[in-house]
């Protein structure tokens, strides 16, 4: 019995899928030493976006949540497709939400940007982030085929 556990304890080290990573200019990505999304066979997991212009480091639109989720969801799907998906893979969002007033307006831009591929998501308001103009940070997780 432990002859055969051994066995498939070697083929499944032996056989590890390999892991692709994408990398954005984001000085978070740096300082914190992570990666933007990551591809493990058919699934992709994009960090915590926010929406910070990756080659200048500067936050966009720390006014709007609506417009700052825009931006997040362009980054997200750039960095999904980067890694061989596309945006009908994603399967789940996650949202954080600084403003509880803000809910509806990242809502509405999930919807216009998602409303056709309905992934489940889930939203969470009142949340602190490392940048007070952050207004916005959201997650996605999609599985490729």
Same mark, same amino acid.
């Not at 032996?14 to 990573?21: L, S, V």
């Not at 609506?66 to 596309?86: P, V």
């Not at 403003?99 to 940007?113: I, L």
């Given at each position: 019995?432990?002859?055969?556990?051994?066995?498939?304890?070697?083929?499944?080290?032996?056989?590890?899928?390999?892991?692709?990573?994408?990398? $954005? +200019?984001?000085?978070?990505? /740096?300082?914190?030493?992570?990666?933007?999304? &990551? #591809?493990?066979?058919?699934?992709?997991?994009? *960090?915590?976006?926010?929406?910070?212009?990756?080659?200048?480091?500067?936050?966009?639109?720390? $006014? +709007?949540?609506?417009?700052? /989720?825009?931006?997040?969801?362009?980054?997200? &799907? #750039?960095?999904?497709?980067?890694?061989?998906? *596309?945006?009908?893979?994603?399967?789940?969002?996650?949202?954080?939400?600084?403003?509880?007033?803000?809910?509806?307006?990242?809502?509405?831009?999930?919807k216009e940007v998602f409303g056709s591929v309905r992934p489940a998501a889930t939203m969470?308001?009142?949340?602190?982030?490392?940048?007070?103009?952050?207004?916005?940070?959201?997650?996605?997780?999609?599985?490729?085929?």
């Amino acid at each position: 019995m432990s002859d055969s556990k051994t066995q498939k304890d070697d083929e499944i080290s032996t056989n590890r899928m390999p892991i692709q990573h994408y990398q $954005t +200019s984001n000085p978070y990505e /740096s300082e914190f030493g992570y990666s933007r999304a &990551i #591809r493990k066979g058919p699934y992709i997991f994009v *960090s915590g976006t926010t929406s910070i212009e990756p080659s200048t480091g500067v936050l966009l639109h720390p $006014t +709007s949540a609506y417009l700052q /989720s825009i931006q997040i969801f362009e980054e997200i &799907i #750039r960095a999904i497709t980067a890694l061989g998906g *596309s945006k009908d893979d994603v399967v789940r969002l996650k949202l954080f939400v600084r403003d509880d007033e803000d809910g509806s307006d990242v809502g509405r831009a999930m919807k216009e940007v998602f409303g056709s591929v309905r992934p489940a998501a889930t939203m969470i308001l009142g949340v602190k982030f490392v940048n007070p103009d952050m207004r916005v940070e959201i997650e996605a997780d999609a599985v490729m085929g």
